[in-house]
C-alpha cells in the first residue's frame, strides 16, 4: 500500500454531517441519508463544471489532482496479485474487474464505483436510564479504501428531558479504538484478518458533547516471524457514558446522537471537527473540502432498547 505524497497545497476531503436543531425541539427532522463510495466523490467532480467546482472550493486544476491521484492510487491497487486483493477485502468479481483495469480497459461507471470502498456507520445503545447513559459510534469499511492517508471519527450528542429541554450532562468516561486488518505483506496472507488495535488521538478544547478521534488509515505491524504487514483501519469505536450532574434534578428522557467518519483524499493530517453550538451538527475543516460518508443519526430513549434512526 503506497503512503500518498504530499503536495503543494493541504486538501482534505472529508465527511460532513449535519444537522442544525433548536435547543428545545424534541422530534427530530427527516433527513435523506445517501451511501458513501469512494468513487461517489471522484464522479461528482468529473462531471462539474468550473462554476460548480468554484462553489466547493476547488479550482479546476486542484480537481485534476485529485481525480489524477485517485486513478493513480486505482492503478497501484489493480497491479497488486490476487492474494494480497483478497486480504484487502476484496471479492473475487472486483478482483477480475482490477484486472481488467490494469489491462487498460475502459471499465463503466458503476465498475468503478463497485471498485471504490464503501464505510458504513453504527449508533449503538449500551444503556439508558434516568440519569446515565452510554452510547457509541463505530465505522466500518467492507474493503480498504483506495486511498489511504490520516482520517478522523467524531460523535456529538444532545440529552432533553421529558419536556424537551436540553440536560448539561457530563462525561464519566469515553473511549476510542481501531482496528487494523491485514494488506499487503511479504508473506500474502489469504482473506481479511484481524491484525491488532491502534491508538488513534483525541481532538483536544472540543467540547462537553463531542469526541473526534484521528488516526493514520495505513499501519505497518509485526507480524509472525518478524515480518512486517501493511495494514488499514477497517473498523473504530467511539464510546461514552454520560451522566447529570449531581444536583440537578431532570432524568434524561432522550438523547439525539449524531456520528460521522471524516475521509482524506487528498493532503495530510486528519479532519479537525467544528460543531454549531445548541446542535448536533458536525463539520469537518482545515483547508478541506468536503463530502458525507458514514453519517448516522438518532433518537436513543430510555423508554426503548431500540435505537431510531433518521
Request: net charge negative; with cysteine; aromatic share 10%.
Amino acid at each position: 500500500m503506497k503512503k500518498q505524497h504530499a503536495l503543494s497545497f493541504l486538501l482534505v476531503v472529508t465527511i460532513i454531517f449535519s444537522l442544525i436543531l433548536t435547543a428545545s425541539a424534541s422530534e427530530p427532522a427527516v433527513i435523506q441519508i445517501d451511501s458513501f463510495n469512494e468513487y461517489d466523490y471522484i464522479e461528482r467532480i468529473q462531471e462539474s463544471s468550473p462554476k460548480e467546482l468554484e462553489e466547493v472550493g476547488l479550482s479546476v486544476q486542484e480537481a485534476q489532482v485529485i481525480i489524477s491521484e485517485f486513478y493513480n492510487a486505482l492503478s497501484e491497487r489493480a497491479a497488486l496479485s490476487d492474494d494480497e486483493l483478497h486480504a484487502y477485502g476484496y471479492s473475487d468479481h472486483q478482483i477480475d474487474l482490477l484486472h481488467s483495469f490494469a489491462a487498460g480497459q475502459t471499465l463503466s461507471s458503476s465498475e468503478l464505483r463497485s471498485l471504490g470502498a464503501t464505510c458504513n456507520g453504527e449508533i449503538v445503545r449500551t444503556y439508558c436510564i434516568g440519569k446515565s447513559a452510554r452510547f457509541s459510534y463505530t465505522f466500518t469499511w467492507q474493503s480498504c479504501p483506495i486511498m489511504t492517508l490520516s482520517d478522523s471519527a467524531a460523535m456529538r450528542w444532545i440529552a432533553y428531558d421529558d419536556n424537551g429541554n436540553t440536560i448539561g450532562v457530563e462525561q464519566s468516561s469515553r473511549s476510542i479504538s481501531v482496528e487494523y486488518h491485514f494488506g499487503r505483506s511479504s508473506s500474502p496472507v489469504s482473506g481479511p484478518a484481524f491484525a491488532h488495535y491502534g491508538f488513534p488521538t483525541y481532538q483536544p478544547n472540543l467540547d462537553f458533547n463531542t469526541i473526534n478521534m484521528q488516526f493514520p488509515v495505513y499501519r505497518t505491524h509485526m507480524g509472525a516471524s518478524a515480518v512486517i504487514l501493511d495494514c488499514y483501519a477497517r473498523t473504530g469505536t467511539i464510546e461514552v457514558t454520560i451522566n447529570v450532574p449531581k444536583g440537578v434534578n431532570q432524568n434524561i428522557h432522550h438523547i439525539f446522537v449524531s456520528g460521522l467518519y471524516g475521509h482524506t483524499l487528498i493532503g495530510l493530517g486528519s479532519p479537525s471537527v467544528s460543531v454549531t453550538p445548541g446542535s448536533i451538527g458536525i463539520g469537518f475543516t482545515g483547508n478541506t473540502s468536503i463530502d458525507s460518508i458514514a453519517d448516522r443519526k438518532a433518537t436513543i430513549r430510555t423508554d426503548s432498547t431500540v435505537v431510531t434512526y433518521w
